[in-house]
């Protein structure tokens, strides 16, 4: 059974006409839901209760629950259960534009990438889609505030969860659901071409970021295994061509690790290797975790690299550091709590 998040606007608006029902009220319990966030259909005052009843036969209203909130200087992370008793995270973050969120879609990951803590412990499953949106709804409950940004970066890959991806991601833009604007809501991949050629022809204009973390086939290849199926070459073609197609900038995401990749020589690849593309650089200084073995690029080496990149005329930034005194690396909550 379909829980009453799965479904987008379009979706709920086929399940009344199917029902002989009025088209706007679909709207009306879209924003009820969303907006003015009801806590039981008992709040819904503009449809008939008799109707209401047969939406409650049909969907289930099953929630994840909200278990552990960490809290640090402008972060928090939550950890959720859900029905079926495994564990995903997200994380909010105060920025001088708004409040940002970052939301899982996937119970663990496949990826496998070599200083990730989430890849780590392989996937579980998929989320389904009321799983990614009530991480966005409980937060908002928990702080009871309005959350302006998403990015879709917390444990797993999205495009391997593609389909209902695609369908969170117009249930949260939605100007009845949640209506966090397209340009502030960011997905981020590993490198899956096919997906980012798909991605290409989704209609809103969401934000694409790529985790790179290497300048080089070499190095990339050692971090991340999809590389092996996705050399860069074929990924920058596929970035190009997205960028092309879609008119948007895309962000490369890059962790710094000691002795791995940020080197001088690392920093001059990256640059010649994004040279011409609409792109910046988003360099992330390494959380690190007591079951990896990496080790974070002190700051002397960071603002070395970050130089660099300037000066070959690079648009690049530093992330602003979160939750230094949390479980801060993606995936580390979850592996605390299950690996007790």
Sequence with gaps: MKNINDLTLKELEEYFINKGSKKFHALQLFNFLYEKKIKSLTEVTTIKKDFLDQIEKDFSFNKIKLIIVEKDKDVSKYLFELQDKEHIEAVLMQHDYGLSVCVSSQVGCNMGCAFCESGRRKKVRNLEVYEMVQQILLIEEETKTRISHVVVMGIGEPFDNYENLTKFLSIINEAKGLAIGARHITVSTCGIVPKILEFTNFPLQINLAISLHAPNDEIRNKLMPISKVYPLKDLIEAIKFYIEKTNRRVTFEYILL???????????????????????????????????????????????????????NVNVTIRKEFGSKISAACGQLRSKKEEL
């Design 258 to 312: 000691k002795d791995v990749n940020d080197s001088t020589e690392c920093a001059l690849q990256l640059a010649k290797l994004v040279k011409g593309i609409n792109c910046y650089i988003n360099l992330i200084p390494y959380n690190e975790t007591n079951n990896l073995n990496f080790m974070r690029s002190n700051t002397v080496q960071i603002m070395r690299f970050y130089d660099i990149l300037k000066k070959n």
